[in-house]
């Protein structure tokens, strides 16, 4: 009895309700075309019923290569989110959609391969190759495979090397130049960096950025990946310095984002490619930088200073002007106290004759308060 009456329950409910029933909710769409609309919703029979209906050559290729893109997983304004079709897909293919043609989503150029490759979505990856989808087609400043790297996917990227991407593709414009191997290793991701170069990828390859240069030696200096991973990678597969070692050591120096208990062996590892880099001093000059920046901690520094670079009284210049914020990783306080285990000497003057603690020192109260009981604090009560 008591089953029964569950089953007529379940069976009014979905007569009253035969949204719930069919699994797909009715959603009040605005993409500008009644065909859009019906693709976002999944709903085969008008999607069928409006293909059929006559529109212009240009209209009818800017409709379904849009349609297309809405065939992957997304979330509508009004309905819960939606997933991939495959079976709307081939639809919209058969009925003369081209995998290949460029659409523009919030003003950015792409395809409907590098949107699944940006999506992680290797069904529908799959699906776009089988039709032809140009598995090196470019944009302005992408390829399928750099996006399968921006997203940090790797099973994307094999997909796609598998599948003949070119891996030393060079895209972009001024600061957007890079390759998909600059983008991996941007990353950290050694999984992806070793996949790329496994499959051919330049670690000497250099693209014009702007006025500088990128590469995957000056990313790596940036991001190492955890135990420094991508950087030796990077190395047994024959990175040389060439002739931007300079501009990686000052990358390590000013925007390190790897751990602090990594940094030493970081520096080391550039050092060995660029093995004259100190000749001029150079490690004291990026040494100064990286203390002018509030977001370097004092895992860089120490490693600059473990490698020759002086601690004298253009470090404490240097410390002067750090602008302390809510997003630094260590206070000057903390700084010095690096400075002086490495060799400051407490009662060195700068040439003007002035003494650490006056040139360190805020003037503003508040902070000239706080500085001075972190001093005190780190040093002992000898000095105030």
Known sequence: MKKTCAFLFLFAW???FPSVAAAVPACNHNFGSDLLNAVADRQYDDVLTLLAQPMS???????LANALMLTLSGRSTSCAKTSHDVELFRILIKSGANVNTHVRINATETTFLMRAAQDGDTQMASAALATDA???????????????????????????????????????EDSQRTTALIQATRSGNPKMVELLLNS?????????????????????????????????????????????????????ATNYQGADEDAQECLKLLLILH??????GELTTALLSTIQHSYSGTAVIEALLGRGATADWRAVLALANRREGRNSKASRARVFEVLLRYGLDQDQTTPSGRHWLEVLTPTEPLEKKLFLEELTTILGSERR
């Open 14 to 16: 979905l007569t009253l």
């Open 57 to 63: 050559k240009e209209d009818r290729q800017t409709t």
């Open 134 to 172: 140009k598995i090196n087609e470019t944009t302005r400043n992408s390829t399928a495979l750099i996006e399968a790297t921006r997203s940090g996917n790797p099973k994307m990227v094999e997909l796609l090397l598998n599948s003949g991407a070119d891996p030393n593709l060079k895209v972009g």
């Open 200 to 252: 051919g990828a330049d670690p000497n390859l250099e693209v014009d950025e702007g006025s500088n240069h990128a590469s995957a030696l000056i990313a790596a200096a940036r991001s190492p990946g955890r135990a420094n991973a991508v950087l030796k990678l990077l190395i047994q597969h024959g990175l040389q310095n060439k002739l931007h070692g300079t501009s990686a050591i000052k990358e390590f």
């Open 275 to 280: 093995s004259d880099f100190n000749a001029n």
